[in-house]
T-cell receptor
């Protein structure tokens, strides 16, 4: 069965600095990978996904993620963090086929002015 | 295009009661998934429906059930409520392909006393 791990519960970064939120996964086939963001008292918002093709995926709000098959990772990155990026970030993975989308436990990002 | 809507937004119930939550997906989406979100367990997958058929089911007791109607609207029901059922219940809709992103509603906050 597929699984995903977000090794950091909390990431703190200064405004203007680059940020990275880590994600590793385990699947039996080629993965479908997703990042979502959740702001307080809101549902999740889709940021970006990797299905196939270029390993560097660009998404909403200036975020990007790099798919690394050998390290089974899909880290979320942004070159310059904003205070408004402070939120809860979820990585998710899905095996091809009609399997459920499995989420990591989430990483709370705090960007400090 | 209207987003995913969930009703009610907030519910307070007593142990032993039952509850029904409703979800209206984005127009044209045929897949609806339900998740339970709690601070300790993160996002736990409940079930997924596609064209009125349950396609996947998570590891929840039989007290949790759901269904999908011909217009793709979905309901989930929890019978014999327990204190541990207190959570944010999120509904997500998608086109139904494995690589399609899910779009989340704002959630229903259920409190069991």
């Amino acid at each position: 069965a597929q699984s995903v791990a977000q090794p950091e519960d909390q990431v703190n970064v200064a405004e203007g600095n680059p940020l990275t939120v880590k994600c590793t996964y385990s699947v039996s086939g080629n993965p479908y990978l997703f990042w979502y963001v959740q702001y307080p008292n809101r549902g999740l918002q889709f940021l970006l996904k990797y299905i196939t093709g270029d390993n560097l995926v660009k998404g909403s709000y200036g975020f990007e993620a790099e798919f690394n098959k050998s390290q089974t990772s899909f880290h979320l990155k942004k070159p310059s963090a904003l205070v408004s990026d402070s939120a809860l970030y979820f990585c998710a993975v899905r095996d091809p086929g009609n399997t459920p989308l499995v989420f990591g436990k989430g990483t709370r990002l705090s960007v400090i002015a | 295009k209207a987003g995913v809507t969930q009703t009610p937004r907030y519910l307070i119930k007593t142990r032993g009661q039952q509850v029904t939550l409703s979800c209206s997906p984005i127009s044209g989406h045929r897949s609806v998934s339900w998740y339970q979100q709690t601070p300790g367990q993160g996002l736990q997958f409940l079930f997924e429906y596609f064209s009125e058929t349950q396609r996947n089911k998570g590891n929840f007791p039989g007290r949790f059930s759901g269904r999908q109607f011909s217009n793709s609207r979905s309901e989930m029901n929890v019978s014999t409520l327990e204190l541990g059922d207190s959570a944010l219940y999120l509904c997500a809709s998608s086109s139904g392909t494995g690589f399609g992103e899910q779009y989340f509603g704002p959630g229903t906050r259920l409190t069991v006393t």
